[in-house]
């Protein structure tokens, strides 16, 4: 009869020189394909391996490290220590973080840059993570930091690689190397999975959470959460020690690294450009919201250019018109339409009855409103109206408003009166503000006495 200790000691040699086959198989797998060791372990008590989970796992760790000894390979999470001259190089990197924005939790998309030798560092906040919106990142960033580094190390983002090549080759956006041109560096691309290259900006990503983030006052609008961003960046500049001398801070050594960086050049002109039909009620479609043009484009193709904060219409080379930038996160919603009522001017003219209930028409000046409340409810009232609007587009529309409003205020709101009133704005000659004399300037203020006249009075009466 077979003693049970003995069988129990040749099934757990024959588990390890299968186990030992099994790893040296995983290793050269692919990471999708590959067995874990909880899965190994499954596999050896089916063929009646009676040892615990922990040993095999322990088994597999020294195998492994023995395989590294004899390749003379350094194990997995070793890293070699990075140091690089003053004004060589800056690290880029995406953040996801949260702050209340407008009333509203709101999820931001933040970009970070980090000069690699003074630690320096600036934060800058986006709804998104496109072409425009990295484009507009840099402009700011690398303001703020006092010049530009002779190299920048990115990750493989979408954004400034198009595809992954072999090693160091990739293909570059065109948007991105015409960027990485006129601010004259040199781009690095990170090798894939390879987060090391670029510690320190991903180091950065994690300490912002705690000293940033979690003390983050609540903003009205984006742009206010990015002037405090770099205030309170410039502010931690003062307050972290540097790394690699602990006898200054971050502040102290950016001073110095930014007399070898490369001159600020002027802003990239950042924009996507898109070709885009306007439609026949004069508005062009962009991320679900809607946007007005000028009626005499209507039905025509024009080039919509796509900045961080705003759209910029362009046709026959020159600009038609520009609209505030809007961000739906709702996808269920229908979208915001942006009207400006200026561009249904040359509607209005052949059509002025929509001036009743014309949606851009909400959007007129108070006086105006006024105005139409009135003609509206006489007869031509509809014209006289669409008449006097198109002053705006001949004269200056501050003018324009004051005339209709000294009409009102005279009680006679015509258009015969705005014009009137408008005729004498604009004949009435400006002048210039004047200088007083130092000669001339009152020391004390008069103090009005009316009793000097009553005495003139009674002098001419002696007469």
Known sequence: MIDVDLLRVIRRWHGRDKLSIWLKREAGASRKRRRSVKQLHCDLVTLGYEGSYDRVAAFARGWRQRQREADQRASKGTYVPLVFAPGEAFQFDWSEDWAYVGGRKMKLQVAHFKLCHSRAFMLRAYPLQTHEMLFDAHNHCLRALGGTPRRGIYDNMK????????????????????????????????????????????????????????????????????????????????????????????????????????????????????????????????ERNRYSAPASFANQVISLRVYADCLVMVARGEIIAEHARVFSRDHSSPGRTCYDWRHYLAVVQRKPGALRNGAPFKTLPRSFQRLQAVLLKQPGGDRQMADILSLVLHHDEQLVEQAVSEALHSGVPTKTHVLNRLGRLLDTPRPAPLQTPPALVIKGEPVANTERYDHLREASHAE
């Open 159 to 286: 954004t400034a690689v198009d595809k992954v090549g072999r090693g160091k080759q990739r293909q570059v956006n065109a948007r991105f190397r015409a960027m990485v041109s006129h601010f004259l560096f040199e781009s690095d691309f990170c090798n894939p999975a390879a987060g090391w290259e670029k510690g320190q900006v991903e180091k950065n990503v994690r300490d912002a959470r705690h000293r940033i983030w979690h003390t983050a006052p609540r903003f009205n609008d984006l742009l206010a959460l990015n002037n405090w961003l770099e205030q309170r960046c410039q502010s931690l500049w003062h307050e972290i020690r540097h790394p690699e001398q602990s006898q200054r801070t971050v502040a102290n050594v950016w001073a110095d690294e930014q007399q070898v960086l490369l001159p600020m050049s002027p802003p990239f002109d950042g924009f996507i450009e898109h070709a885009k039909r306007v439609s026949p009620t004069c508005l062009v479609v962009f």
